[in-house]
């Protein structure tokens, strides 16, 4: 064999096997690359979600839902209050017959009214809870207003223990919606608001809540408990 047949197959096989290892290369950097490609698309999808409200608005949904029942906590202790006001106003105030009972016939509506939280987005249901709510109120501003006639009621303790719990009470309830309203506020801003509102949307499924409103002049107004 000549020489020359030698050295271009010598040459030859060179380049095949600086092809093939090359190759051979290129298959694993191009398989290196893919999985760097989906390790970093991991966090790109998950900010680009999280972007889209995907826990923004679950997060406002269930603050919303926790001031709720930090409302229903405040009025079910009002109306835990009421049973033994009555009974302590009847002993002294006989002639207030109708007044307590318009009051435990108005507490007797408030606590038949439940709301879930799957009831926040419905205005009627939210609208009929703090309509009962309301007329409780009324209620028992007025029986507040007719103790002022009666001396020995008002400086009996056990009406003074009641009168300053349900003052308290009362200041827990306005606090408590107070908190409900925005909590339901910043949710409505959130999935009405771009990007939030594609995840809203499309991944949630989410809708506005109802905010709690007095529905009456004086419906959201505390009894004036104090003298």
Not at 207 to 220: I, V
């Amino acid at each position: 064999m000549s020489r020359e047949v030698v050295a271009k197959t010598t040459i030859d096989t060179y380049f095949y096997t600086v092809e093939r290892r090359l190759a051979v290369w290129m298959e694993g950097f191009k398989k290196m690359l893919n999985k760097l490609i989906k390790i970093l698309m991991v966090p790109a999808v998950a900010l680009s979600l999280s972007a889209c409200g995907i826990n923004s608005v679950p997060t406002a949904e269930e603050n919303a839902k926790a001031k709720w029942a930090d409302v229903e906590s405040t009025y079910q202790r009002r109306a835990d209050l009421i049973p033994n006001l009555v009974e302590t106003v009847k002993g002294f105030a006989t002639q207030e017959q109708d007044t307590l009972t318009a009051v435990v016939e108005a507490r007797a509506k408030a606590t038949s009214i439940q709301l879930s939280t799957e009831d926040l987005g419905d205005a009627a249901k939210v609208q009929e809870f703090a309509a009962a709510q309301g007329a409780l109120s009324q209620g028992l501003g007025r029986l507040m207003a007719t103790v002022e006639a009666y001396p020995d009621l008002k400086s009996n303790q056990n009406f003074l223990a009641l009168q300053s719990q349900l003052e308290g009470t009362e200041n827990r309830i306005n606090v408590a919606r107070r908190d409900y309203n925005e909590a339901v506020r910043e949710y409505n801003t959130t999935i009405r608001t771009f990007p939030d509102i594609i995840g809203a949307k499309i991944i949630h499924g989410a809708e506005p809540m109802e905010p709690f409103a007095a529905t009456s002049e004086g419906a959201d107004e505390a009894p004036e408990v104090s003298f």
